[in-house]
């Protein structure tokens, strides 16, 4: 069978996966009751509740006796690890670039990863129907940054395509429109090159990406380099180290639509899945037993950002969580390790690691999994990595795109400089303004927030690691103080209600605090201990029932990237399965000062 491979990829909400949904619906004959769900590729809970891929996934779809296997990517700069491993599964790929927002930061970062494979690209305009579109500009800015990013004559000879992804609709001419996606299917049997299949040399195959079933143990995912495979061979596991294990393939799998399909062989040039090898991990290859041949090991970027992890130490510890120990916490994060190449684990002390990886996001994504699956651990601030270069202490730097309405970006610009950044671009875009900053890493932490609220929830951010820079001096970018809980026991509207002019409140009347939890933000630089436990003193002259009128501020509920973004190195963020506090590192309010 003749195959093509391909990537989708683009900046975060340029619409890769609904892409995707289209090009399956159109080429899937579903039996009856079958369907495909709107972003079909978004299969774990926490993509579907966000709106976001994490994982980098594979389908399949068939088009005139062709398979054609589909790699749905990430667009988030924190996942960037899962695009660098499967860009070398595949031959080429679809640059989606959203027809109003033009190339973004992470379009750059994942174009750069394409190019330097030698992948040729097809450049996708989405999103057309936009109001605001502007497509014959942005293939124009597709195309300097192409050259801005060293492309060579053949890969600036790219093929452009219009597309309307939500309604299923992609064409070469925007005067012709079609109803269809047929244009880009013959677009990519066209252009993208055909996979070297040598099927008769040895077996060879790199892993690039893990999975688990429940009956089958560890799935290992893969693009076949060269060979064929039968079901029930025996196949040498190449380690890293050198070393290799024989071992047995129980099952091969191919996909197609959304699902696995059992098969009896693969051959070279297929995305496929193989059960039986359980000590793969990824960036090892696949051999032939008399014949065994090591691939390069995939290499991803360093990770820029790391947290302090350890067991929940908090008076309330063990309460509503199922995974407590220090052990389970180990256990838990040298899982991780496998399957999440672009992250690195230290364990410093028995009960304390650090835990590297991309970004806030990238870790908070951790996080949010280990608590859903019941471990309770607290974590501390994020710090960026700083290496020595040539003597010199660097800190990471990040390539920053705002876009903003005109009427803010004057004062955006003016908080962003005292952060250190400095402004290389500034464009007018109608109404709006975009303005480009290089800027620390560091500086960006609980920026988010304050950018929201500074744009009233109109402007657009985003930023992608832009290489190290000498350190920027001493940066302060959190001006308020904590109020802090002195008492243990249970908060009452009452002390709530008399301390509200002192700061805004993360937590309701009725909540369970205990010493040294952080209950609200003081409107002051300095910390403040408080009494939220103190209820009102009754007498014949106090009745209860003038509480009636006690009016509360509705608390800040804070999520765990506001949560990770809000703390000070002299706190710590404690997660449960249930809850999420904040905690200074010293409880006791005697030892702290």
């Known amino acids: 069978m003749e195959y093509r491979n391909i990537a989708i990829i683009a900046h975060v909400d340029h619409g890769k996966t609904t892409l995707v949904d289209g090009l399956l619906k159109q080429t899937l004959e579903l039996k009856h009751g079958e369907e495909i769900a709107e972003r079909a590729m978004d299969s774990n809970d926490l993509e579907r509740e966000r709106g976001i891929t994490i994982l980098a996934k594979n389908t399949a779809v068939e088009y005139k006796g062709i398979k054609i296997n589909i790699v749905d990517t990430p667009g988030h700069a924190d996942f960037g690890g899962e695009v660098e491993r499967v860009l070398g599964m595949v031959d080429g790929c679809l640059l989606l670039v959203d027809a109003a927002e033009g190339p973004m930061p992470q379009t750059r970062f994942v174009l750069r990863k394409a190019l330097e494979l030698g992948l040729k690209p097809i450049v996708v305009i989405n999103k057309i129907d936009r109001g605001d579109a502007r497509p014959e500009e942005v293939v124009d800015l597709t195309f300097d940054l192409m050259a801005?990013?060293?492309?060579?004559?053949?890969?600036?000879?790219?093929?452009?395509?219009?597309?309307?992804?939500?309604?299923?609709?992609?064409?070469?001419?925007?005067?012709?429109?079609?109803?269809?996606?047929?244009?880009?299917?013959?677009?990519?049997?066209?252009?993208?090159?055909?996979?070297?299949?040598?099927?008769?040399?040895?077996?060879?195959?790199?892993?690039?990406?893990?999975?688990?079933?429940?009956?089958?143990?560890?799935?290992?995912?893969?693009?076949?380099?060269?060979?064929?495979?039968?079901?029930?061979?025996?196949?040498?596991?190449?380690?890293?180290?050198?070393?290799?294990?024989?071992?047995?393939?129980?099952?091969?799998?191919?996909?197609?639509?959304?699902?696995?399909?059992?098969?009896?062989?693969?051959?070279?040039?297929?995305?496929?899945?193989?059960?039986?090898?359980?000590?793969?991990?990824?960036?090892?290859?696949?051999?032939?037993?008399?014949?065994?041949?090591?691939?390069?090991?995939?290499?991803?970027?360093?990770?820029?950002?790391?947290?302090?992890?350890?067991?929940?130490?908090?008076?309330?510890?063990?309460?509503?969580?199922?995974?407590?120990?220090?052990?389970?916490?180990?256990?838990?994060?040298k899982r991780e390790v496998m399957t999440n190449v672009s992250l690195r684990v230290e364990e410093i002390r028995p009960d304390e690691f650090i835990v590297s990886g991309r970004g806030e996001l990238h870790l908070s994504i951790l996080l949010e999994t280990m608590r859903?699956?019941?471990?309770?651990?607290?974590?501390?601030?994020?710090?960026?990595?700083?290496?020595?270069?040539?003597?010199?202490?660097?800190?990471?730097?990040?390539?920053?795109?705002?876009?903003?309405?005109?009427?803010?970006?004057?004062?955006?610009?003016?908080?962003?400089?005292?952060?250190?950044?400095?402004?290389v671009n500034m464009e007018p875009q109608g109404t709006r303004t975009r303005v480009e900053f290089k800027i620390p890493s560091r500086a960006l932490f609980g920026f988010r927030t304050q950018f929201l609220s500074m744009t009233q929830g109109e402007g657009i951010m985003s930023h992608v690691f832009d290489g190290y820079a000498p350190w920027a001096g001493e940066l302060k970018t959190r001006q308020n103080g904590s109020l802090v809980s002195m008492e243990d026991g249970t908060a009452f509207a009452y002390s709530i209600w008399k301390l509200q002019d002192r700061g805004s409140f993360f937590i309701d009347a009725g909540a369970e605090v205990y010493v040294g939890m952080i209950v609200g933000e003081n409107a002051r630089e300095q910390d403040m201990n408080v009494n939220v436990c103190k209820n009102k003193k009754l007498t014949n002259v106090r009745s209860s029932g003038a509480d009636d009128a006690l009016t509360l501020i509705p608390p800040k509920k804070l999520s765990l990237e506001d949560a990770l973004e809000y703390i000070s190195d002299d706190e710590l963020v404690e997660l449960t399965p249930h809850n999420i506090r904040l905690r200074k590192k010293v409880l006791n309010p005697s030892l702290r000062k």
């Open 148 to 333: 801005e990013l060293g492309a060579t004559e053949d890969q600036l000879d790219f093929p452009v395509l219009y597309a309307i992804a939500r309604e299923g609709k992609a064409f070469k001419d925007l005067n012709n429109p079609q109803e269809d996606f047929h244009e880009l299917f013959d677009m990519v049997l066209e252009y993208i090159p055909q996979p070297a299949t040598d099927l008769d040399a040895p077996f060879q195959m790199l892993v690039t990406n893990l999975d688990y079933n429940e009956y089958l143990g560890r799935i290992v995912l893969g693009k076949i380099q060269r060979g064929k495979l039968k079901k029930g061979e025996f196949v040498q596991l190449m380690h890293k180290d050198g070393t290799m294990t024989k071992t047995r393939v129980v099952q091969p799998f191919t996909h197609m639509g959304l699902k696995r399909i059992e098969v009896d062989e693969v051959y070279a040039g297929d995305i496929v899945a193989l059960a039986g090898i359980e000590e793969a991990q990824i960036g090892e290859t696949i051999a032939d037993l008399a014949d065994p041949e090591a691939l390069p090991i995939i290499t991803v970027d360093e990770p820029t950002v790391s947290m302090l992890f350890q067991p929940n130490t908090s008076p309330f510890a063990g309460k509503d969580g199922k995974y407590v120990t220090s052990r389970h916490l180990n256990d838990r994060l």
């Open 372 to 423: 859903r699956e019941g471990y309770e651990v607290q974590v501390g601030s994020p710090q960026v990595i700083i290496r020595e270069v040539d003597g010199v202490k660097c800190e990471p730097l990040e390539h920053l795109v705002i876009d903003v309405p005109e009427q803010h970006s004057s004062k955006l610009i003016g908080v962003l400089s005292e952060r250190k950044g400095q402004m």
